[in-house]
Structure formats: C-alpha cells, structure tokens
C-alpha cells in the first residue's frame, strides 16, 4: 500500500481524499477511506502532504515545505467540489484571455461551498444557474483544459462571454472584462444563441446585444444576429450595472449602460 501511494503522490500534485480511494481502493469505499485518511494524516506529520481544506490535499517534494511547495491555482479550484467548473475570470484566465493578475479565483458548483483562502488567494464558489439544471444541461459550453497533465473542466469562451457580461464583478469590473473578452479570436455565434435560449433571460441577450454591436467587425457580427437579440430584449429599461443609478440609455436593447462602457473610456473608469 505504501509504494502505491507513493507512485500516485508521484503522478499529481493536488488531490482529494475520494480521488485517492478511487484510484487505489479495493471496492471497499468505507474502509478504504478509513485507511486512506490515516495514511494521509502521517504523511501530513511528515510533512510529504500539505492540506487545503479537509479532503483536499496537496504534494510537497523533497527540498520543499509545505509553505513553499507550488500549487496551482487552477488545479486546486477544479478540486475544491465534485463537479467544480471553472468561471468567470478564472475561466478566461486558463483559457487565456486573462488581462491581470487575479487572487480571487471562481469555479460553479451545484451547491454553495464556503469560500477558501488558500495562502495569498481566495477561492469562491457559484451557484450553477437555475435554468442549466432545470434543462439538465449544467455542463452546456463546457470544455476540458490541460492542465499540468491533468483535465480539468472550465466554461469555454462563449459561455463564458455571456456570463462575465453578466457579472462584471466576478471579473474584475468592466475594464478588466473588457479587456479579456476583446482578446477573444472569434466567437461561435451559434453557441453564443444556443446558451442565451437555455438562459431564458431578456437581460442577457440585450447585454451580449450591446457588446456584439460594439465588437461586430471583429467578431464579424451580422445585422441579422443583432435583430435576433434585439427581438429578446427587455420589455423596460434595465440597469447593467446593479450597483450604480447612472448611466446613458441604449435604446436598441433597453439596456442603461455605464458612460465609460459606452465611451471606453476606461482611463476615467
């Protein structure tokens, strides 16, 4: 049991107390993770592991300790729940849209998790929206990253569009958004439409509205993908920004936008 430890601990470098039973367990799950749990408390005395949370883990290598051993932040969201998707800015981030440095990193679960701090970063939990699991399509525009050797589940760059645009402040606010989504090469428009439908929210389709209009050279936007949101909008003016009272009224899509989004001015932001 020890040398298959070992070789696993040799092969990851963040894991969760289930992954390691599932991997070296009998068939036994109550007793395996009995074992399991106590081997990991000795090599925790030892200082060969390091613990996140309870049940999340990661590997210390010789010469290191358990303040200093790397561990990666994208690794260690996708573990931080069973069914971890990551969002928002992480989501651009390691797709690698990402503007600045971010230590607040976002992944959806179905259930809310409390938030963990985890040395200098902090990693929060989202609720997976109600209408993805209403439809059961919770992991709709979803797509497996690489990571360090390891697949890892993250929203894919239209989905995730929409629901930055929806949350700015899970992505640093507009500028930073702004930023991010304009290094985006292309965007399948087909998807874009798919995942608003799913939605069944007027709001978002004047938000992705409003942006695509802004960006229809380079996205290549069509007059008749616009007209297509446009016959979703709101019924009544809605605020983009929840927080403030302000803003310049764009009537093709009922939508109360931020001078600054409008202007791009983001030097007075």
Not at 19 to 44: C, D, H, M, P, Q
Not at 200 to 210: D, I, P, R, W, Y
């Amino acid at each position: 049991m020890s040398e298959k430890i070992e070789e696993f601990l040799e092969q990851t470098s963040v894991f969760t107390l289930n992954e390691l039973v599932t991997a070296l367990g009998n068939g036994a799950v109550i007793n395996s993770k009995s074992v399991f749990y106590n081997l990991i408390k000795n090599r925790r005395r030892s200082g060969r592991l390091g613990v996140v949370k309870e049940g999340v883990y990661f590997v210390v290598r010789p010469g290191q300790t358990t303040s200093t051993a790397p561990v990666d932040s994208f690794l260690l969201a996708s573990r931080l729940a069973p069914d971890a998707v990551l969002a928002f800015h992480t989501a651009l981030d390691i797709l690698g849209f990402g503007h600045s440095l971010f230590y607040v990193h976002y992944y959806f679960s179905k259930n809310y998790r409390r938030p963990v701090r985890f040395r200098s970063e902090q990693f929060r939990s989202v609720k997976i929206p109600q209408q993805l699991l209403r439809a059961g399509k919770e992991i709709f525009g979803t797509e497996k990253v690489e990571r360090l050797g390891v697949k890892i589940l993250t929203t894919g760059k239209e989905r995730t569009l929409v629901e930055a645009l929806e949350h700015p402040e899970y992505c640093g606010g507009f500028k930073e958004m702004y930023r991010c989504l304009e290094k985006m090469p292309y965007l399948q428009h087909e998807i874009v439409l798919q995942y608003l439908d799913i939605r069944e929210q007027k709001n978002l389709f004047a938000m992705a509205g409003f942006f695509l209009e802004q960006h229809r050279e380079d996205f290549h936007v069509e007059e008749s993908l616009l007209q297509l949101l446009e016959r979703n909008k709101p019924a009544q003016p809605l605020y983009w920004d929840r927080s403030r009272k302000s803003g310049i009224l764009i009537k093709r899509w009922n939508l109360i936008v931020p001078n600054a989004v409008v202007e791009r001015s983001w030097e007075e932001f």
